[in-house]
Structure formats: C-alpha cells, structure tokens
C-alpha cells in the first residue's frame, strides 16, 4: 500500500502547488486513514514551502524554479513515512530542491 500512498500523495502535493487539490481531498481523507490503520503518517510536505533540511529529507538533485523560494522543496520523488505512535522514520522523504 505505501507505493500506492506514495503515488497519490504526490499528486496532491503537485496539485497543491498548483491550485487543484481541492479535487483530490476525499483520496487524500482515505489514504490518510489507511495508513493510519496501519499505525503510519506521512512526513508532510508542502512544494513550495517546506524548506529543505538535510536531517530529514534526501535531497536527491535541484531545480531552478525563479517561482519558488530558494531552499523549499520544489519536488518529491519519494515521500516518507513515520510510525503514528513512536515516531520513528520508517522512509525518509526523498526531495528535489529548489536552487536560484
């Protein structure tokens, strides 16, 4: 199922940066709630927002968005994953970086 999660919670984070998650909020509830069955929550992740830092996430190359602040996380190429209740890291994200 986190292949799954992964993939759809990418598409809302895409759709998020550009004004369309609105459509995809009940899939977003679902997976959500999925995972949270399985005692797992996603490391939120805003593009465009989220500043990168290198203690957790794995920047896995840049980009040159000039409408993105420099620092943010201007792409996810795998999202990560932490144990609901201990917290602990089970997937570091793994994030492309906004360079100006």
Do not use: C, M, W
Request: zero cysteines; aromatic letters at 6%.
């Amino acid at each position: 199922f986190l292949g799954f999660a992964d993939l759809f919670l990418r598409t809302y984070q895409e759709a998020q940066l550009n004004g369309g998650a609105a459509d995809l909020e009940v899939g977003r509830g679902i997976v959500l709630r999925t995972l949270q069955v399985a005692e797992l929550e996603p490391i939120e992740i805003t593009l465009g927002k989220t500043l990168f830092d290198s203690s957790q996430h794995v920047g896995r190359s840049t980009a040159n968005r000039p409408d993105l602040q420099d620092g943010t996380i201007a792409s996810v190429v795998r999202n990560g994953f932490r144990q609901a209740t201990a917290g602990t890291v089970v997937r570091q994200p793994e994030v492309i970086v906004n360079r100006l």
